[in-house]
């Protein structure tokens, strides 16, 4: 995501970082850059023009000028204006009552359905209490079936009534969520292929008679600079609290995201990272705009981490590595824990300078750490507690038991000593950083 804004605009930097002060005639330049870069992402004309005027004005103010590093403090204005223009401060759900209810609409295509099923599950997870789904989409072909199927693959009930009425089942899953003690009911709410009157008079039906706490539009954001127009045409007839955007890891430019909040004044609250279903996230203005800038997001790692590894686990592992017990069935656990995380190459992207260490671009096959699981797999409890005992015999076993060659086998337990001596090492407080 901006992955090609974020390239020119940390190109863009590395020139200013060379300047020994900032003058009209060098900032001319690098805003020229800057404001090509945007415009480019499809960030709306008029917020690019805004937006260039506030950091030159800055750039050229008395601050910079005293400055010892005059290029460090543009790099500080440019983060803050990008900041500001993606929101400022992270804007929450607003979640009362019991139960809370939240209404999701948006344009067929937009992701909608599987969307409502992530922010049902993130929900679920982050405040550990109880959601209901309800399918008031009887329009789209397999919609209701859609719904039902996410419901199954993440446990979560969803309340259906068929092809009937949309206020009415909105408004009996309510007494339902209440009888049965649900926390939050999700309704999904029909798209069509664009805005008419007919989808907006059930719309805002449904908003008078359930009166929900959020109404939450969801945006694709490769639709672009007509990602305005759509929030404009819902919000003109209901009272839209935030927006969702999806497909955030697709090749997009961004310009909807860095346009939504300063034009329309309506709230980003979550992006779709991922199409599986934890691939939702909240949306923190300032840790998007590090992202943009290269300078990482560890926050969003650690909060990833804690989200999905086991404490409990990890702590025991941890343990097992400080006394030199870790053996090959601990190592095999921790790669499962790791997978949780996602695509490894994603988490990659949020390291502090990632880039400039070459790390931007670096593909992890998912196979590779299935073969490694494999080779772990075809080994006996005693091989995996003392891989020591592992001579020719055994790990022809091994690799024909996994469908890998030995080669691979001698590779894995190379490495799994390499790993040891560093852990011995770090022990003993004889490990250095080699930088």
Do not use: W
């Not at 539009?217 to 759509?230: H, P």
């Not at 590894?309 to 592992?317: F, G, L, P, T």
């Amino acid at each position: 995501m901006f992955e090609s804004l974020g390239d020119r605009l940390q190109s863009a930097i590395d020139k200013i970082k060379g300047y020994g002060k900032i003058t009209e005639d060098n900032i001319a330049e690098i805003t020229r850059e800057i404001r090509l870069a945007l415009l480019e992402a499809d960030v709306n004309y008029m917020v690019v023009k805004e937006f260039i005027a506030s950091v030159k004005e800055k750039a050229l103010g008395e601050e910079v000028a005293k400055s010892l590093k005059p290029g460090e403090v543009f790099v500080k204005i440019l983060k803050d204006e990008l900041v500001d223009l993606l929101g400022g401060e992270k804007s929450d759900l607003y979640i009362s009552g019991n139960p809370s209810i939240l209404m999701l609409v948006g344009l067929q295509g937009s992701g909608k359905t599987t969307t409502i099923g992530k922010l049902a599950n993130m929900l679920r997870k982050k405040h550990k209490k109880k959601p209901l789904l309800v399918a008031c989409d009887i329009y789209r072909p397999a919609a209701i079936d859609q719904l039902k199927q996410l419901g199954r693959e993440l446990n979560i009930e969803v309340y259906s009534e068929g092809v009937k009425d949309p206020v009415e089942i909105s408004m009996n899953a309510i007494k339902y969520a209440k009888l049965n003690g649900y926390d939050y009911v999700l309704i999904d709410t029909a798209g069509r292929l664009h805005i008419d009157e007919q989808l907006m008079t059930e719309l805002k039906n449904i908003n008078d008679n359930v009166n929900p706490n959020e109404i939450l539009l969801v945006l694709d954001s490769m639709m672009g600079q007509d990602a305005i127009n759509v929030i404009n045409g819902f919000n003109s007839a209901l009272p839209l609290t935030g927006a969702i955007l999806t497909k955030l890891d697709g090749d997009t430019r961004g310009g909807a995201a860095l346009s939504i909040r300063h034009l329309t004044n309506i709230p980003i609250k979550f992006i779709g990272v991922s199409e599986k279903l934890d691939g939702l996230e909240e949306f923190y203005p300032d840790r998007m705009a590090t992202r943009i800038l290269g300078m990482g997001d560890i926050m969003s790692m650690i909060e990833k981490a804690e989200s999905v590894i086991d404490e409990e686990e990890a702590m025991k592992a941890a343990k097992k590595m400080q006394k030199g017990d870790f053996d090959l069935d601990d190592f095999l656990n921790q790669m499962k824990q790791i997978k949780k995380l996602g695509p490894l190459e994603n988490l990659i992207k949020m390291i502090p300078g990632a880039k400039k260490m070459g790390l931007n671009n670096v593909q992890i096959n998912p196979k590779d750490i299935a073969h490694i699981e494999a080779i772990i797999l075809s080994m006996t409890m005693e091989e995996r507690k003392n891989p020591s005992i592992l001579k020719a015999s055994r790990k022809l076993r091994i690799a024909n038991g996994s469908g890998r060659s030995v080669e691979e086998v001698n590779r894995l337990l190379k490495q799994f000593e390499e790993m040891k001596k560093m852990m011995k090492m770090m022990k003993n407080g004889n490990f250095k950083m080699p930088f």
